[in-house]
């Protein structure tokens, strides 16, 4: 089993639909989480960092869930913008996961 | 404004030749990292430097190497020992080393002809 696992898509939704990613990681020791977003040939940049209680930044909800070893990512109200290469990484040794394409349609 | 850049944005080089990546940072962060991405992959580790004058081996780094003289600075070497170098190297860098939140440079996409 991989470390870091992600559906590569692509996640094809219409505007203003909710749209949800799971990664799922091994090593249960993990303790830092976080999810970044990459744009076509650019560099990845930090969407939100995970907690234990779960957070959320706008349209944007992340939860851990320890016991099933996975992290989501959900979006509501999909903006035309929002599509973009989604990638968690996990862990002290920052392990990042392949990345799920998500297309916003209009 | 503080940040990473990294130069040049495109290169070329010829097969056998050696080239050097350069990356820099103004964020006074002391961890400073290098990743690989291949096209519709994930990125890969190949070196990281918690502190000036020290660095360690990430999961790839056969091929490469680097040297963390400055805190700003860290050089990244693509060697012509490293078979498959075309790809897109990103420098990040963090405040502190292990699980904190690395922030990356805008990437150098290398190209061996």
Redesign the interface.
């Known amino acids: 089993r991989k470390e870091v696992e992600q559906d590569p898509g692509p996640f094809n939704v219409p505007e203003g639909a909710t749209v949800a990613f799971n990664c799922t990681y091994s090593n249960s020791a993990s303790q830092s989480f976080f999810w970044y977003r990459q744009d076509c040939r650019k560099e990845p940049k930090l969407l939100m960092s995970v907690y234990s209680s779960g957070n959320e930044d706008g349209r944007f909800t992340a939860q851990l869930n320890r016991a099933s070893q996975y992290i989501s990512l959900l979006i509501r109200d999909s903006k035309l913008s929002d599509s973009a290469t989604y990638l968690c990484v996990v862990g002290q040794n920052f392990v990042f996961g392949p990345g799920t394409r998500l297309s916003v349609l209009p | 404004d503080g940040g990473i850049t990294q130069s040049p944005k495109y290169l070329f080089r010829k097969e056998g030749q050696n080239v050097t990546l350069s990356c820099e940072q103004n964020l006074n962060h002391d961890a400073m ?1 290098w ?1 690989r991405q291949d096209p ?6 190949i070196y990281y430097s918690q502190i000036v004058n020290d660095f360690q081996k990430g999961d790839i780094a056969e091929g490469y190497s680097v040297s963390r003289e400055k805190k700003e600075s860290f050089p990244l070497t693509v060697t012509s020992a490293q078979k498959n170098p075309t790809a ?1 190297y ?1 420098c990040a860098s963090s405040i502190g080393g ?10 150098t ?1 290398l190209t061996v002809l």
Do not use: I
């Open positions: 990292y990743y519709g992959q994930g990125l890969r580790l897109f990103l292990t699980g904190q939140e690395q922030f990356f440079g805008p990437g996409r």
